[in-house]
Nanobody, 126 residues
Framework: VQLQASGGGLVQPGNSLRLSCIVT????????MGWFRRAPGKEREFVAS???????THYAASVEDRTTISRPSANTVHLQMNGLSPEDTAVYYC?????????????????????WGQGTLVTVSS
């Protein structure tokens, strides 16, 4: 399984950004998906996640009022973040978890993750 994240870059404060993650490999499986980020000098932290059906989402408190995670297809996940600030500067990682039979399971911690993407850098600066 490979997770390919894209969409990072330099963004001015107050602007928006959409990150995308595409899952390849065992694409026939329906993975629970999520996003994490690691800011410079800080631990990796959870950002948002979505169930394999797309019916349930979960957000970190620090971003929930300005972030939307969506799943336009089984193997594609988007993370839309608005009102970005320099505190959002980080490497953003796409993550996947395979939990057959666990209806409603959502990723909330790193230990939930089975597969990681390579990360995409988001820099918020004027």
């Amino acid at each position: 399984v490979q997770l390919q994240a894209s969409g990072g870059g330099l963004v001015q404060p107050g602007n928006s950004l959409r990150l995308s993650c595409i899952v390849t490999g065992q694409a026939s499986r329906a993975y629970n998906m999520g996003w994490f980020r690691r800011a410079p000098g800080k631990e990796r932290e959870f950002v948002a996640s979505i169930t394999w059906t797309g019916g349930t989402t979960h957000y970190a408190a620090s971003v929930e009022d300005r972030t939307t995670i969506s799943r336009p297809s089984a193997n594609t996940v988007h993370l839309q973040m608005n009102g970005l600030s320099p505190e959002d500067t980080a490497v953003y990682y796409c993550a996947a978890a395979w939990r057959p039979g666990e209806a409603g399971f959502v990723i909330t911690h790193s230990v939930d993750v089975d597969f990681w993407g390579q990360g995409t850098l988001v820099t918020v600066s004027s």
